[in-house]
T-cell receptor
Framework: SQQGEEDPQALSIQEGENATMNCSYK?????LQWYRQNSGRGLVHLIL???NEREKHSGRLRVTLDTSKKSSSLLITASRAADTASYFC?????????WGAGTKLIIKP | SQTIHQWPATLVQPVGSPLSLECTVE??????LYWYRQAAGRGLQLLFY??????ISSEVPQNLSASRPQDRQFILSSKKLLLSDSGFYLC??????????FGPGTRLLVL
């Protein structure tokens, strides 16, 4: 069963704006990961945050993790048309990745 | 560098026909291997994973099976496809128990 739940399910913003996606999960985790999927393609790993970390940055990406609320957020700053994709969170627990349903992000030029 | 291949990219099969999807990994040894299915607009459902040759764990009971005849080869099979088997099938590998790396996927349409 899916553990991670992303919201919103879909997000449409203007190029240059910031995009924020959220992920909630149910059980304790070792780490939480964010992946991107362009339409009809495989998933690409973006960033991993461990359970003892609260915030992590990678380029224009900023991920936060609140283990007390069992939630994470992915912020993409200064969005570009190429950021248009679906974004998935996945929690690592019991030797498996458990996936959310994803947020579909559309960047309007 | 490591690469992962999946084929075919697209497959249209009649109901009741057999299925064989292949996934191979290059540039690493003894990877963990995974088969996922993704319904349109949905998240990933783990079907099978393997930590070594001949070792297959099934996550979802269904008419699909998986085999790992070689260290870097993972095969997804079915003897008789159902309409509900349509979807996007993704193979992934990992060297640690954390980040997974995905192949390009196979889009299967069962008619």
């Amino acid at each position: 069963s899916q553990q991670g739940e992303e919201d919103p399910q879909a997000l449409s913003i203007q190029e240059g704006e910031n995009a924020t996606m959220n992920c909630s999960y149910k059980t304790s985790i070792n780490n939480l990961q964010w992946y991107r999927q362009n339409s009809g393609r495989g998933l690409v790993h973006l960033i991993l945050i461990r359970s003892n970390e609260r915030e992590k940055h990678s380029g224009r990406l900023r991920v936060t993790l609140d283990t007390s609320k069992k939630s994470s957020s992915l912020l993409i700053t200064a969005s570009r048309a190429a950021d248009t994709a679906s974004y998935f969170c996945a929690t690592y627990s019991n030797y498996q990745l458990i996936w959310g349903a994803g947020t579909k992000l559309i960047i309007k030029p | 560098s490591q690469t992962i291949h999946q084929w075919p990219a697209t497959l249209v099969q009649p109901v009741g026909s057999p299925l064989s999807l292949e996934c191979t990994v290059e540039g690493t040894s003894n990877p963990n291997l995974y088969w996922y299915r993704q319904a349109a607009g949905r998240g990933l459902q783990l079907l099978f994973y393997s930590v070594g040759i001949g070792q297959i764990s099934s996550e979802v009971p269904q008419n699909l099976s998986a085999s790992r005849p070689q260290d870097r080869q993972f095969i997804l099979s079915s003897k008789k496809l159902l309409l509900s088997d349509s979807g996007f099938y993704l193979c992934a590998w990992s060297s640690t128990i954390e980040t997974q790396y995905f192949g390009p996927g196979t889009r299967l349409l069962v008619l």
